[in-house]
């Protein structure tokens, strides 16, 4: 098992997944009708909070930044290169002692994911405004007011 999986507990009594933190890449692309598209993964059945909406990404091993774990995971799950966006910008979510660190990235057009891994049961392009709506993994349900504000 790499170094960074495993569980952690917060100062706050939650179990989270990720012994040094994890971040995920919120990857936008503005169409030209003003449209923010984010890509979106429906997690596997099986992975912890399985069969639910949220970000590419994953534990944070000892010597990454978020903005290198985003990338990584996004690789691992997705075939996404870090070549194929910029990232812009963060969100961090702040246990006391662990957190989860959303990585705002954009990119041009709608990339194609590419060969996905066990974790995803599918990584798709969905309207910023329709995220609310879909049965989103808990941790990030309960951040995407302040995450999808730190989009503006």
């Known amino acids: 098992m790499p170094p960074g999986d495993g569980w952690a507990r917060c100062a706050r009594g939650h179990r989270h997944w990720g012994v040094y933190g994890a971040a995920g890449l919120l990857l936008r692309h503005r169409d030209s009708g003003g449209v923010d598209w984010l890509l979106m993964q429906h997690r596997s059945w099986w992975s912890h909070h399985g069969d639910t909406w949220g970000l590419l990404g994953g534990a944070r091993m000892p010597s990454e930044t978020a903005e290198q774990t985003a990338g990584r995971e996004a690789w691992e799950e997705a075939s996404l290169p870090v070549s194929a966006y910029s990232v812009v910008g963060r969100y961090v979510d702040d246990h006391g002692g662990w957190s989860y660190t959303t990585v705002f990235a954009e990119t041009g057009g709608r990339l194609a994911p590419g ?3 066990a974790e995803s049961h599918e990584v798709t392009w969905v ?3 329709d995220v609310g709506q ?8 309960a951040t995407w007011p302040a995450v999808a504000a730190g989009l503006d």
């Open 115 to 117: 060969a996905l891994n």
């Open 127 to 129: 309207r910023r405004e």
């Open 134 to 141: 879909l049965p989103l993994h808990p941790g990030f349900a």
